[in-house]
């Protein structure tokens, strides 16, 4: 597709379950991102991948959050024994290459995210 | 890493200049500016980025003082499209080689007819 897709839209789950929310990234795009927004509240930073490597995973708030990206193209984020507090739109973003000046070209370009509601 | 804060929210009228301040006081050097404009429902989209001075596009222009310590987005005669969330985004290349970014807490912009 042309842009940055999620999957899935919506998910509701109960406390304690475990949940993979899936990004599939502009083809060719060698950075992705991942964000969470809580409802109300700005864009968290949580982790970002030059190729399929994470460089730096201390924004991920807790253990139980890890994510994984293969083939230069898809990302899963996983959230392990979900708590109510992870309930957010989760957002991942698409960009050509980490390094260099931001432009309407070379930005990071969301996908319409994933809306997690944990009971 | 800066922290970065907004107004909540402002409301205009079609046809004025809108200017939206962001404080960022512990701004690394490396740090840019970047500024998204989000709709509901919708992913952030490019507005505009800058590192000091002054950047204009076709969209907006970005004031920046010497001591980078705040950044202005100034989007000349508003319409009632451009009621949406927008925020600043702050970060960069860290002296680790890894690349750091915070958002602001956002600024709720309602155009009025």
């Known amino acids: 597709g042309a842009g940055v897709s999620q999957s899935p839209s919506n998910k509701v789950t109960e406390k304690g379950k475990d949940v993979e929310l899936r990004c599939d990234p502009i083809s060719g795009h060698t950075a992705l991102y991942w964000y969470r927004q809580r409802l109300g509240q700005g864009l968290e930073f949580l982790i970002y991948f030059q190729g399929n490597s994470a460089p730096d995973k201390s924004g991920l708030p807790s253990d139980r959050f890890s994510a994984e990206r293969t083939g230069e193209s898809v990302s899963t984020l996983t959230i392990q024994r979900t708590q109510q507090e992870d309930s957010a739109v989760y957002l991942c973003?698409?960009?050509?290459?980490?390094?260099?000046?931001?432009?309407?070209?070379?930005?990071?370009?969301f996908g319409p995210g994933t809306r997690l509601t944990v009971l | 890493l800066a922290k970065t804060t907004q107004p909540i929210s402002m409301d205009s009228y079609e046809g004025q200049e809108v200017n939206i301040t962001c404080s960022h006081n512990?701004?690394?050097?490396?740090?840019?500016i970047t500024w998204y404009q989000q709709f509901p429902s919708q992913g952030p989209r490019f507005i505009i980025q800058g590192y000091k001075t002054k950047v204009t596009n076709e969209v907006a222009s970005l004031f920046i003082p010497a001591d980078r310590k705040s950044s202005t987005l100034s989007l000349p005669r508003v319409s009632l499209s451009d009621t949406a969330v927008y925020y600043c985004?702050?970060?960069?290349?860290?002296?680790?080689?890894?690349?750091?970014?915070?958002f602001g807490t956002g600024t709720r912009l309602k155009v009025l007819a």
């Open positions: 973003a698409s960009r050509i290459s980490a390094g260099g000046h931001f432009s309407f070209v070379s930005t990071q370009y």
């Open positions: 985004l702050v970060g960069g290349l860290r002296a680790s080689g890894t690349y750091k970014y915070i």
């Open positions: 512990n701004i690394a050097t490396n740090d840019y």
